[in-house]
């Protein structure tokens, strides 16, 4: 196990399913830059999100990897974002609901005009459970979002009082 320093959190969004901090149904998900080259998210899935009694649904799952990992290429490139060509998700164990769980996204492959990387979805107890793969079209933010990047209510960063400082991995 090593400890990853933050270096940086990434911005959220008022209604994004994925980060949005006013989307009463969202994952309200925050994103972590690591010293490693490495993004880390963190999320509590509750129970809006269950498929089965107490599991998180498999397309949250998928939901959540494809987010952090087509985030990642903001460590490198911060004006750029990851539009899904294809992602490919490997589930190995049931997500539960109610607790904090941590998603690790990298950047495997980055040409000028695509990139790919893995992501996790890591348990309490460190187990992996869903891993996934993507490939993703590098585009500007301002040509995929239908909003002004300097209205500072749609995409800013949100400093939170439980904001980690480190994560151990």
């Not at 590098?138 to 400082?165: C, F, H, S, T």
Request: net charge negative; glycine share 8%; proline share 5%.
């Amino acid at each position: 196990m090593m400890r990853h320093l933050v270096t940086k959190k990434q911005q959220n969004s008022k209604s994004c399913l994925v980060c949005g901090l006013q989307n009463d149904f969202g994952l309200h998900t925050s994103f972590y830059e690591l010293d490693s080259g490495e993004l880390m998210a963190l999320f509590r899935p509750r129970k809006e999100h269950q498929s089965y009694p107490g599991r998180l649904h498999g397309g949250l799952s998928s939901t959540i990897l494809d987010e952090t990992i087509g985030r990642a290429i903001m460590i490198t490139h911060p004006d750029q974002f990851g539009v899904t060509v294809e992602i490919t998700v490997r589930f190995k164990k049931p997500v539960p609901l109610d607790i904090d769980l941590r998603v690790i996204g990298r950047i495997t492959k980055d040409s000028s005009r695509f990139f790919e990387g893995t992501g996790e979805i890591i348990l309490a107890d460190g187990t992996i459970a869903v891993e996934g793969h993507g490939k993703y079209l590098k585009m500007p933010l301002e040509k995929i979002a239908e909003y002004d990047q300097g209205d500072e209510e749609n995409w800013r960063v949100i400093d939170l009082p439980d904001d980690p400082e480190f994560f151990d991995f």
